[in-house]
């Protein structure tokens, strides 16, 4: 019953769900509920899915939008759902310690919560193999397609279909190069990997070590961004560049990072 799926959605709250939510669940369900069965929810959500206009209330509306993606996605494969928030949390303080402008650093974290938006779409006969697959290849054609019914999302959208993208061409899906290749997405490609490596393992020292090395080894292939390995490294061992060191986070920007690491 209702009681029994509340108990459960607020044990789960800040581990399997975002806190921020789950309670919002807790408070407004017996009300959302009522009110669903006298609309049609279709109409309604097709009516008010598009925001219009940009602001602080608009843009709070719009991360907590992303957040539910995410979760979504993660249904498919619910051992996965801290990729995509640990993700979010290595592009924003990487971001930050590269200096990118609070623009690409919300559009780089919202692309890290959605990147997996297209594994839904992927059989999970697929999903358990240990191999790339035409399917697994195609996942971020599906998260563009999914996104850009949402024209708020295009930006995301297009470096969201990215995140599997390598700078010497060898990634997926279209293969590309790095001149076509942003910033935000390489910040997000490097974050992925970070995110998808930390859910192995307990945060330690052996495990710092790791990822150090792991920076490391990526640098070596040529593959990834010098300048956001050498970011990463840094937010790894708790620094920030030398030539960044006079960059403050905007109120903004420590709202997000609060938000994503929860």
């Not at 992927?122 to 024209?151: C, D, H």
């Amino acid at each position: 019953g209702l009681s029994q799926a509340l108990m459960l959605i607020e044990k789960k709250g800040g581990k399997t769900y975002d806190t921020s939510l789950a309670l919002k669940v807790a408070h407004f369900a017996s009300r959302w509920l009522e009110e669903l069965d006298k609309i049609d929810a279709l109409h309604q959500s097709i009516l008010h899915a598009d925001i219009q206009h940009k602001d602080k209330d608009t843009e709070n509306e719009l991360d907590n939008i992303v957040t539910l993606f995410s979760d979504y996605a993660a249904l498919k494969q619910p051992e996965m759902i801290n990729i995509s928030r640990q993700a979010a949390s290595y592009a924003a303080q990487i971001s930050h310690c590269l200096g990118l402008d609070h623009h690409k650093l919300i559009r780089t974290v919202r692309a890290a919560k959605l990147h997996r938006l297209g594994f839904v779409t992927v059989p999970n006969s697929a999903l358990g193999k240990q191999f790339m697959n035409e399917n697994l290849r195609l996942a971020s054609y599906w998260t563009e397609r999914i996104l850009s019914r949402s024209p708020i999302l295009v930006q995301e959208s297009s470096i969201a279909s990215m995140a599997f993208e390598r700078l010497d061409g060898s990634g997926h899906y279209r293969g590309l190069t790095a001149s076509s290749i942003p910033i935000e997405a390489r910040v997000l490609q490097v974050s992925i990997i970070l995110a998808e490596y930390s859910s192995l393992s307990q945060l330690s020292v052996k495990h710092k070590e790791g990822m150090l090395a792991l920076v490391s080894k990526l640098a070596n292939s040529h593959s990834f961004d010098v300048s956001v390995l050498d970011a990463a490294a840094a937010v790894l061992k708790g620094e920030l560049l030398t030539n960044r060191t006079s960059i403050e986070l905007t109120s903004r920007e420590k709202e997000v990072l609060q938000c994503i690491t929860k």
